[in-house]
T-cell receptor, first 112, second 115 residues
Framework: EDQVTQSPEALRLQEGESSSLNCSYT??????LFWYRQDPGKGPEFLFT???AGEEKEKERLKATLTKKESFLHITAPKPEDSATYLC?????????????FGKGTLLTVNP | GAVVSQHPSWVICKSGTSVKIECRSL??????MFWYRQFPKQSLMLMAT?????????EQGVEKDKFLINHASLTLSTLTVTSAHPEDSSFYIC???????????FGNGTRLTVT
């Protein structure tokens, strides 16, 4: 069964304390892996797309990396405004073109 | 660019009534839109794929007669929850993409509470 697992479920950091979020997947024919940020009561906001192992993308304090089995979202020197739920989703050949399978997310809290 | 607008942001209705949710792509045309449902601390679950000018494609386990989808134009899709019951209470989110090579962009969701 195709699965997307995110860990940890929740993470508390102090402002400036760098860390990483994990997204592991077991799907056949990965066509793309997506990271989204979701604030409470809002829809997901697109962050990154990764297509192949070894690819990296950066945006401000965030950096996403991809291997054949997992992706990491690295957060460098986080600020309180980075607090949100971070969602990982995969698009795979088992489904239609943009049928994404989402993980449950990691709730990140950054304390000042 | 790629702004998706969803309305209303929240709605409370009585059991047995119907509720319509609108999803608009504001600055691009979307031949395909997607409707998701999200329960607390759970993944986004795809309910159906809305195709402009044709019938929606529903995921397994989603009742097409209960969740009516209409994609009347390239910028508007609607989801109507018919004869709503308390178990339909959830967060409904629509999404769309500019083209097949673009990521999905999501609306801000609709919190439906059925009393």
């Amino acid at each position: 069964e195709d699965q997307v697992t995110q860990s940890p479920e929740a993470l508390r950091l102090q402002e400036g304390e760098s860390s990483s979020l994990n997204c592991s997947y077991t799907v056949s024919g990965l066509r793309g892996l997506f990271w989204y940020r979701q604030d409470p009561g809002k829809g997901p906001e697109f962050l990154f797309t990764l297509y192949s192992a070894g690819e990296e993308k950066e945006k401000e304090r965030l950096k996403a990396t991809l291997t054949k089995k997992e992706s990491f979202l690295h957060i460098t020197a986080p600020k309180p405004e980075d607090s949100a739920t971070y969602l990982c989703a995969v698009c795979h050949s088992g489904g239609s073109n943009y049928k994404l399978t989402f993980g449950k997310g990691t709730l990140l809290t950054v304390n000042p | 660019g790629a702004v998706v607008s969803q309305h209303p942001s929240w709605v409370i209705c009585k059991s047995g009534t119907s509720v319509k949710i609108e999803c608009r792509s504001l600055d691009f045309q979307a031949t395909t839109m997607f409707w998701y449902r999200q329960f607390p601390k759970q993944s986004l679950m795809l309910m159906a794929t809305s195709n402009e000018g044709s019938k929606a494609t529903y995921e397994q386990g989603v009742e097409k007669d209960k969740f009516l989808i209409n994609h009347a134009s390239l910028t508007l899709s609607t989801l109507t929850v018919t004869s709503a019951h308390p178990e339909d209470s959830s967060f409904y989110i629509c999404s769309a993409r500019i083209d097949e090579n673009s990521p999905l962009h999501f609306g801000n969701g609709t919190r439906l509470t059925v009393t």
